[in-house]
Each structure stands twice: as C-alpha cells, then as structure tokens.
T-cell receptor, first 116, second 109 residues
Framework: GAVVSQHPSRVICKSGTSVKIECRSLDFQATTMFWYRQFPKQSLMLMATSNEGSKATYEQGVEKDKFLINHASLTLSTLTVTSAHPEDSSFYIC????????????FGPGTRLTVL | DAKTTQPTSMDCAEGRAANLPCNHSTISGNEYVYWYRQIHSQGPQYIIHGLKNNETNEMASLIITEDRKSSTLILPHATLRDTAVYYCIVREGYQKVTFGTGTKLQVIP
C-alpha cells in the first residue's frame, strides 16, 4: 500500500511554455501533499505543502505565481510550472501523507523537467 | 538548523550488514526518527521509523539509543541494489519532511 505516482516521468519543453505535473495517491486518500525539487547533486528542497480544497503554503523563496499548485481531490495534486525557463530544469518530486501510517510521507518517483 | 548529523559516505561489502549511524542530540519527546533512501534518479523510499523502541521490518532494523540522541539503521545483508543516499530525519507526526545531505552508501561487490 501507500503508492504515489507521478506523470509524466520526464518532460522536455521550450522556454516560455507551461508544464503540468500530476501527482496521484493510488491506494489511499492523501490529506496533505508536498512538492519538492532537487537540483543535480543536491538534496531535496521543499517547495510547498497543500491540503485538499485549500490554497497551498509555499516555502520562503518559492514564487507562488510561477509554481501553481492545485489539490482538487484527495488523490490528485498538480504542479504547473508557468513560463518555464532553463533554470527551472530540475527533478520535481511529490509526496503524500494519509496512508496506513497516516503521518508517514510517501514519495512519488519524480518528474525530470528539462527546459530548452 | 540541522536536526541530524550523518556521515557523508560509507562503504559496505555485499552480503554484510550495513550500519548507518545518525546523531540527533536535540530530538524532542514527540519527534520520531524516520529513515528514507533515494536511489539515483528516483523518488525517496520510506524505510522505517520509530519513537523510542527498536523497530524491525522487512527492509531494515532501527536501533534507537535509550537517551534517543542517536540511532542506527541496519540493513542486515546489503546488496548492490541497496546503494543509495540514506536520509535520517526527525519530525513530529504532522511536520513536513525536511532533508539534510544524508549518507551515500556504496555497496561493494
């Protein structure tokens, strides 16, 4: 149990376009979802926390108008990178809590974004 | 402020036990010790967590000292697939997971 999926697994886009990444909890209802990003050879950095039906809480330094998060249901959260630029190229990873171990965060496999 | 301290890297021979230490001297009474690992280019994988007592599951064992200021993750028979970065995290149940730099474990044939 406690499986989290992401789609797509990798995406390449042109500078200035927007990209949407989906995060789904497959076998549990996720009360809270988290979005992280990871640059090469660095650790994961939390971007934002979202609860179903409410606005996301962004970490300091993360632009909320650039990284749009929607948590429309208890099994789906989306991250949209708007007007992407090469510096947004990164590994984006979501996680969710609410499984059998209700406080344990389970992570998705990640999405590799490359902006040309 | 870093809540945990881990060695930067460790090597372990295949088939032997891998013992990964973690210091968390400022841990509070309500904070759990969690372990995750990240295999290259994948999302972190939950391994195990505990509060006070030692814990064991199909993946690993977690040994927490009596004063809770340190812990050790034990992979009983390391395989090449266990090569990964291992993260020790302390948090209360409702808190978000914050990652440090972890320990890069290299399992050697």
């Amino acid at each position: 149990g406690a499986v989290v999926s992401q789609h797509p697994s990798r995406v390449i886009c042109k500078s200035g376009t927007s990209v949407k990444i989906e995060c789904r909890s497959l076998d549990f209802q996720a009360t809270t979802m988290f979005w992280y990003r990871q640059f090469p050879k660095q650790s994961l950095m939390l971007m934002a926390t979202s609860n179903e039906g409410s606005k996301a809480t962004y970490e300091q330094g993360v632009e909320k108008d650039k990284f749009l998060i929607n948590h429309a249901s208890l099994t789906l959260s989306t991250l949209t990178v708007t007007s992407a630029h090469p510096e947004d190229s990164s590994f984006y990873i979501c996680s969710a809590t609410g499984g059998a171990n209700t406080d344990t965060q389970y992570f998705g496999p990640g999405t590799r974004l490359t902006v040309l | 402020d870093a809540k945990t301290t881990q060695p930067t890297s460790m090597d372990c021979a295949e088939g032997r036990a891998a013992n990964l230490p973690c210091n968390h001297s400022t841990i509070s009474g309500n904070e759990y010790v969690y372990w995750y690992r990240q295999i290259h280019s994948q999302g972190p994988q939950y391994i195990i967590h505990g509060l006070k007592n030692n814990e064991t599951n199909e993946m690993a064992s977690l040994i927490i000292t009596e004063d809770r200021k340190s812990s050790t993750l034990i992979l009983p028979h390391a395989t090449l697939r266990d090569t990964a970065v291992y993260y020790c995290i302390v948090r209360e149940g409702y808190q978000k997971v914050t990652f440090g730099t972890g320990t890069k474990l290299q399992v050697i044939p």
